[in-house]
């Protein structure tokens, strides 16, 4: 419990200093006490980080298939902090995972706390240049998925399209997750990427970055898979 506590602080704040001691557990009440006495004050210093408002909302946002207002958020947010001083010659478009964002966004304050309900996990950023060959594959797992959230590309009608792709491009670039990459929910057209650089930020990061630059947060209606 205690180690959950700390590790949970210093996740939040890099000038925390916590000290540990050792309590004796047991079912006595006066013991219960002593140890709420004791997490009182971490969990007092984890609830202000995670009550800090970051952004606001005018809408309630949910994630689901084949797209959605949460899902067009997070690709959004994660493709335009990447590519914001960024220029490339080839396409890019961004890829993620319905059932990575767990949770939603309600209407108003979005707090600390929200981004790390709708994204626990420690997953990163990597970029993938693959063969634009890749992209049937791509289109297939759509389909059987269902969908999945992404940015700067659509699939209508069971066609997916990623723009700036034409006649003679050979290599596409996809921003996504590491999980994702290394072949995680069988995306295993990733594993035709002819080039990785894996970014070392957290994707969670990248939400709470966004969401404090954007203010209120920007939210694209599109249906992207339709």
Not at 184 to 192: A, E, I, P, T, V
Request: with cysteine.
């Amino acid at each position: 419990m205690f180690f959950l506590i700390g590790a949970s602080l210093l996740a939040c704040s890099s000038h925390l200093n916590i000290s540990v001691s050792n309590v004796p557990l047991s079912n006595d009440s006066k013991e219960k006490a002593d140890i709420s006495r004791f997490i009182s004050p971490y969990k007092d210093s984890m609830d202000r980080a995670m009550n800090q408002v970051l952004a606001e909302s005018s809408i309630s946002m949910e994630v689901g298939r084949p797209s959605s207002l949460l899902g067009n958020w997070a690709s959004d947010a994660l493709f335009v902090n990447q590519t914001r001083t960024v220029k490339m010659a080839e396409p890019i478009f961004c890829l993620l995972n319905t059932g990575g964002i767990r949770s939603s966004l309600g209407k108003g304050a979005i707090t600390l706390g929200d981004i790390y309900r709708i994204m626990p996990f420690e997953n990163s950023v990597v970029w993938l240049r693959l063969p634009v060959s890749s992209l049937t594959k791509i289109q297939s797992y759509l389909r059987l998925s269902g969908g999945e959230p992404m940015a700067n590309a659509t699939m209508i009608d069971g066609t997916f399209t990623v723009n700036g792709v034409r006649e003679e491009t050979k290599y596409v670039w996809i921003i996504t997750t590491d999980y994702l990459a290394n072949g995680g929910d069988r995306m295993d057209f990733f594993q035709d990427a002819v080039e990785r650089v894996d970014k070392k930020t957290l994707l969670r990061d990248v939400f709470i970055e966004e969401a404090k630059i954007q203010k209120n947060l920007i939210v694209s209606p599109e249906k992207r898979i339709q």
